[in-house]
C-alpha cells in the first residue's frame, strides 16, 4: 500500500500539492518549493481528527484506532477523487518537482517532525492574507 497519496490543484493556491498520510491521516500542503522560506510545505490537520478524544483535563489525547484513522483518511482520498475542483487530481510522485518528492520522503522519514516551527509564523501569514487552500479549509471546518 503506498503510504502518500498526493493532489495537485494546478496552481490555484500557494499550497499546490496536498499530501495525505494514509497510515496516520495526517494531511499536509506545500508549493513547488516546500523548502521556500516564503512559502513553505506545512501540516495542515489530520483526517481522523474529530475522532480524538480528550479525557480528563484536556492535554492527554486519546486516538482512535488505527481501523479509523485509516477509514477516514480513505473517505477523504475518494472525496478528493470524486471532486477534482477541491484539492485537485491524483497524480504520482514521480511526475512532481524534486523539492517536493525531497520533501515527501522527509514526511516519510520523520513525519510532522520534519516540520519545524518556524513554519508556524508563515502558516499564521497565509491565514490572515486568505491564501489558505481548500484542503486546509475543509479540515479546519470539519474540526
Given at each position: ?60 489525547q486519546k486516538l482512535p484506532p488505527k481501523r479509523i484513522i485509516r477509514q477516514e483518511a480513505e473517505s477523504y ?67
Amino acid at each position: 500500500m503506498k503510504t502518500f497519496i498526493i493532489f495537485d490543484n494546478g496552481c490555484n493556491t500557494l499550497d499546490r500539492y496536498t499530501i495525505i498520510n494514509q497510515e496516520t491521516g495526517d494531511v499536509f500542503g506545500c508549493s513547488e518549493n516546500p523548502d521556500s522560506p516564503k512559502n513553505p510545505g506545512r501540516f495542515i490537520g489530520n483526517c481522523a481528527a474529530r475522532h480524538i478524544v480528550l479525557p480528563g483535563a484536556g492535554w492527554r489525547q486519546k486516538l482512535p484506532p488505527k481501523r479509523i484513522i485509516r477509514q477516514e483518511a480513505e473517505s477523504y482520498i475518494n472525496n478528493a477523487r470524486l471532486d477534482p475542483d477541491w484539492i485537485g487530481r491524483e497524480v504520482p510522485l514521480g511526475i512532481l518537482p524534486d523539492g517536493v518528492r525531497r520533501w515527501v520522503a522527509q514526511l516519510a522519514s520523520r513525519g510532522r517532525a520534519a516540520l519545524d516551527s518556524a513554519h508556524l509564523s508563515q502558516d499564521l501569514a497565509n491565514a490572515t492574507n486568505g491564501s489558505i487552500s481548500p484542503a486546509s479549509a475543509a479540515l479546519t471546518a470539519a474540526k
